[in-house]
């Protein structure tokens, strides 16, 4: 097996990203910002790695003085009609995840996604998608891709668990943050101290 210098990975990890940068709509970026500004809480979720993404995610909007929680977690509150869930699933199918996206959408909130693939269970119902380009493993079901992803180990391109989605996601999210304390004239002091201060 042809072995690679950590470097050079992470080097062609990068020139991915990028490539996928360039590929995202602004509009639909503009309208994943519309939504959390006009949002009274939002609510996050993802499964596996997404979900870790999903959980920065959150903890960034907690720190520019938002309402902002995980889905799943024991302190969340219920859901009302004038809160928002952003969902990161790169297939859009995942089963556990599409059920919980498709009850907020039965409350009346407002759904994004951030996502590889729009024409999928969650995007049809989204009211806002980003789509992140990004060639996702071949699996049989869909819906159950996390799941057999995850219990079998089948992963196939160079990025570890078989996927450049999270690590693409995790730079989009960070870069909407970004964009927000532009937005909210918020500056790294300010998020200084939100930051958890008790541990």
Same mark, same amino acid.
């Given at each position: 097996?042809?072995?690679?210098?950590? =470097? *050079?990975?992470?080097?062609? +990890?990068?020139?991915?990203?990028?490539?996928?940068?360039?590929?995202?709509? *602004?509009?639909?970026?503009?309208?994943?910002?519309?939504?959390?500004?006009?949002?009274?809480?939002?609510? !996050?979720?993802?499964?596996?790695?997404?979900?870790? !993404?999903?959980?920065?995610?959150? +903890?960034?909007?907690?720190?520019?003085?938002?309402?902002?929680?995980? /889905?799943? #977690?024991?302190?969340?509150?219920?859901?009302?009609?004038?809160?928002?869930?952003? !969902?990161?699933?790169?297939?859009?199918?995942?089963?556990?995840?599409?059920?919980?996206?498709?009850?907020?959408?039965?409350?009346?909130?407002?759904?994004?996604?951030?996502?590889?693939?729009?024409?999928?269970?969650?995007?049809?119902?989204?009211?806002?998608?980003? /789509?992140?380009?990004?060639?996702? *493993?071949?699996?049989?079901?869909?819906?159950?891709?996390? #799941?057999?992803? =995850?219990?079998?180990?089948?992963?196939?391109?160079?990025?570890?668990?078989?996927?450049?989605?999270?690590?693409?996601?995790?730079?989009?999210?960070?870069?909407?943050?970004?964009?927000?304390?532009?937005?909210?004239?918020?500056?790294?002091?300010?998020?200084?101290?939100?930051? /958890?201060?008790?541990?």
């Amino acid at each position: 097996m042809e072995e690679h210098p950590v =470097q *050079d990975m992470m080097r062609l +990890m990068a020139s991915k990203v990028r490539g996928i940068a360039n590929g995202i709509s *602004d509009g639909e970026v503009e309208g994943l910002i519309r939504e959390i500004l006009g949002a009274k809480r939002i609510y !996050v979720m993802g499964a596996g790695r997404s979900g870790l !993404v999903a959980k920065a995610f959150a +903890m960034r909007l907690m720190h520019l003085g938002l309402s902002s929680y995980v /889905v799943g #977690e024991t302190v969340t509150p219920a859901m009302d009609p004038a809160d928002l869930m952003v !969902v990161f699933s790169g297939s859009g199918e995942t089963k556990t995840i599409a059920d919980i996206a498709e009850s907020a959408k039965s409350i009346g909130g407002r759904l994004c996604l951030i996502t590889s693939r729009r024409e999928s269970r969650i995007g049809r119902i989204a009211d806002c998608c980003v /789509v992140i380009e990004s060639r996702r *493993d071949e699996t049989g079901d869909e819906s159950a891709e996390f #799941e057999i992803r =995850q219990m079998m180990g089948k992963h196939k391109s160079f990025a570890p668990l078989g996927t450049l989605f999270e690590t693409a996601s995790v730079i989009l999210a960070d870069a909407v943050i970004s964009r927000l304390m532009e937005i909210k004239d918020v500056n790294v002091e300010t998020l200084r101290g939100r930051h /958890v201060n008790i541990e």
